[in-house]
């Protein structure tokens, strides 16, 4: 069964990973007027670890991850990478974004290859690793293929691989398979297992799929419906690795944890529906 994480929150370890902490952000819109979309977020994850971040729509899921990759800064708080306070870019980080960021002038093998552009990679170098990790992500035969030649999941893999490809000690994945079909989201979610299995960097998942959620994680983390968004539980996922995703979520044990979580994400749902589109959201500028 899914175990929630409860009690005070434990000192985080020296190694971990991302450590968010006390972190509120606050936007600020028309008329003096803020928005603060999370609050008091506490969240720690080790190296090795899969973490998914899961609740309702708007509650600041894509926010959190933002501060984690260093594209937002905190109002309130402290992200920390691997025990050192984060300023600006996390360029410890890989970030995989729900929608395709493939250049459509650029072959697959050339989209790959761009990502060591920064790092001073010779030519035949960067050729040979993007071919080596389009053939990790099975599109091997597809390397001079543009993006329009390619299906919604094989362009994923394209970016999947133009993020692995610069080897991050952190990856950070905002429903990245959101738009794919289901049959081609199990499918996905098998090879970013067999891939994160290689070497387990730390992984954080945003997606709204709690069974995808269950069937990837080390741990599932809910939160509560917005404004002001913040971790309502944290299960630890006890599925035996390594796993199958159609074969795990006929597990008798999966259907239990998927209850367990499900009874805490339901409430926030709940209160998000509730709301309704026209509820006042924002503070005062004297808030």
Not at 30 to 50: H, M, N, P, W
Not at 62 to 78: D, K
Request: some cysteine; glycine content about 10%; charged content about 25%.
């Amino acid at each position: 069964m899914a175990q929630p994480q409860g009690g005070a929150r434990a000192q985080a370890p020296a190694a971990a990973a991302v450590d968010l902490a006390g972190i509120d952000i606050t936007f600020h819109i028309e008329g003096g007027q803020r928005y603060k979309a999370v609050t008091g977020i506490d969240l720690t994850v080790s190296a090795g670890e899969f973490v998914s971040v899961v609740g309702p729509t708007g509650c600041g899921k894509s926010t959190l991850l933002n501060a984690a990759a260093g594209l937002l800064a905190p109002s309130a708080g402290r992200v920390s990478i691997f025990g050192e306070t984060l300023a600006g870019l996390n360029r410890r980080a890989g970030y995989l974004f729900q929608q395709d960021a493939l250049m459509p002038w650029k072959t697959a093998l050339e989209n790959v290859k761009v990502a060591l552009e920064p790092m001073g990679v010779a030519d035949a170098e960067a050729d040979r690793q993007a071919r080596d990790w389009l053939a990790r992500v099975g599109l091997r035969a597809f390397v001079d293929r543009y993006p329009h030649m390619l299906s919604g999941g094989q362009r994923k893999r394209v970016s999947l691989a133009q993020m692995l490809i610069r080897n991050p000690e952190i990856l950070l994945m905002d429903e990245p398979f959101g738009p794919l079909d289901a049959q081609t989201r199990q499918i996905m979610g098998n090879l970013l297992l067999d891939l994160w299995s290689k070497d387990r960097k730390a992984l954080i998942f945003v997606t709204h799929d709690l069974e995808e959620a269950i069937s990837l994680s080390d741990r599932v983390v809910v939160m509560s419906a917005g404004p002001a968004a913040g971790i309502v539980a944290d299960y630890r996922v006890s599925l035996p690795r390594p796993r199958d995703i159609a074969e795990i979520r006929l597990d008798r044990a999966f259907h239990e944890i998927h209850r367990d979580i499900w009874a805490s994400l339901r409430v926030e749902v709940q209160k998000a529906y509730a709301m309704g589109e026209g509820r006042e959201l924002v503070e005062g500028a004297g808030a």
